[in-house]
């Protein structure tokens, strides 16, 4: 494009300097109509500029890791002029990793009518992509005058992160540890009192506390309660999405190195998820929990059934992770004031795995994790 401008620039110049040297009509005639061209070409893309709109097709909302993802551009010429040339640039942001990425559309339309093109984009880390229209680019019919206009088209892609069952050791500890809860085990016992787990015949060790007696009066036989065993959450996942250190966007750190700290948190989430659900196969019912810098607030979800796993990525999925946040481990003091836990399982933007403040593991951007031997003991 500039090649072309400055050939054009080149040529009227020395069109202008001949015409002053020399007195020949061909000469004025061509410093004329290059006048003319530029100035009908100017006033063509100022109206052009008003007149063609953009929008975004279908994309998937939801989408795994590595997959491929199309997406669609139409362009809406309303004038009439035929055959406009332009120029999209599109840009992609993981907003929970920082991974960044982008493509350039090209293309023309139709008076009165409109164009559509797609795009094709694999993300190789899990979070909210952000995929926006940053810029439209107008040409003229030889492509040498052009004129930018700032777009807001955006769209979100959630990006699923894939599960993995952890090698776990459930210790004795948390597997005989009582939390409050108002929802009971319905495929063990327990201790709580105030919930029957279920009635079954008397057998021998068991407590004459126990026994059911007027049950056992009609039944004729000795019938004893099973206590419920409340299904409280007994380990806590916290995950600190404070971005620490340089910043991703910092333009004196080397490419190599921002791919790197784009993929930590992905692998952090991906970790975190494949935790959840491991947790859940061993029949461990657990909260997952961060800080929401936008609403000021800490998230605390529950799981206990395999959808509550589902639930808690959708909605990690479009949370950002911040920068300096003092309130945060005030407000986490707060929201679990009075709660116990077994085990507490921590992550950080920086791949580093915490179980009770003891650093287990370490997640390298460099390489994929090796899932299985990622072993923690909670």
Request: net charge neutral; hydrophobic share 40%.
């Amino acid at each position: 494009m500039m090649k072309r401008v400055c050939i054009y620039a080149a040529v009227f110049c020395l069109t202008l300097y001949c015409f002053f040297l020399y007195e020949d009509e061909i000469l004025s005639g061509l410093l004329a109509a290059e006048i003319i061209y530029f100035v009908f070409s100017s006033a063509e893309l100022l109206i052009l500029r008003k007149k063609i709109s953009l929008s975004f097709g279908r994309i998937l909302p939801i989408a795994e890791k590595n997959q491929e993802v199309t997406a669609y551009v139409t362009v809406k010429n309303e004038s009439t002029m035929p055959g406009v040339h332009f120029r999209i640039k599109i840009r992609l942001l993981n907003q929970f990793s920082g991974e960044t990425g982008g493509c350039v559309l090209r293309g023309s339309v139709e008076k009165k009518g409109q164009t559509t093109t797609q795009f094709t984009f694999r993300a190789s880390g899990c979070g909210n992509m952000i995929v926006e229209a940053r810029e439209l680019h107008l040409y003229d019919a030889f492509h040498i005058l052009k004129i930018k206009r700032r777009t807001n088209l955006r769209q979100k892609v959630g990006i699923l992160p894939e599960c993995h069952i952890l090698p776990l050791e459930i210790t004795r500890r948390t597997r005989e540890f009582i939390a409050d809860a108002e929802e009971y085990s319905d495929h063990e016992s327990g201790d709580d009192p105030s919930e029957i787990y279920q009635i079954r015949e008397y057998r021998e060790k068991d407590s004459v506390h126990d026994i059911h007696w007027k049950l056992s009066a009609k039944a004729s036989e000795l019938l004893v309660k099973e206590h419920g065993r409340p299904m409280g959450c007994v380990v806590l996942i916290w995950l600190d999405l404070e971005q620490k250190g340089e910043r991703l966007k910092n333009r004196r750190v080397l490419p190599k190195q921002r791919q790197k700290r784009a993929r930590t948190p992905a692998y952090v989430l991906e970790a975190a998820a494949s935790l959840s659900l491991s947790l859940l196969e061993e029949k461990c019912v657990h909260m997952a929990a961060w800080y929401e810098k936008e609403n000021q607030r800490i998230v605390k979800k529950r799981v206990s059934r395999e959808e509550h796993v589902y639930e808690l990525m959708h909605r990690l999925l479009f949370t950002e992770s911040y920068e300096g946040a003092e309130a945060a481990e005030s407000l986490r003091e707060e929201a679990f004031k009075g709660e116990s836990f077994s085990s507490t399982v921590e992550f950080d933007m920086e791949g580093r795995i915490s179980v009770n403040g003891v650093q287990l593991h370490r997640l390298d951007g460099d390489k994929e994790p090796e899932w299985d031997k990622l072993f923690l003991t909670v």
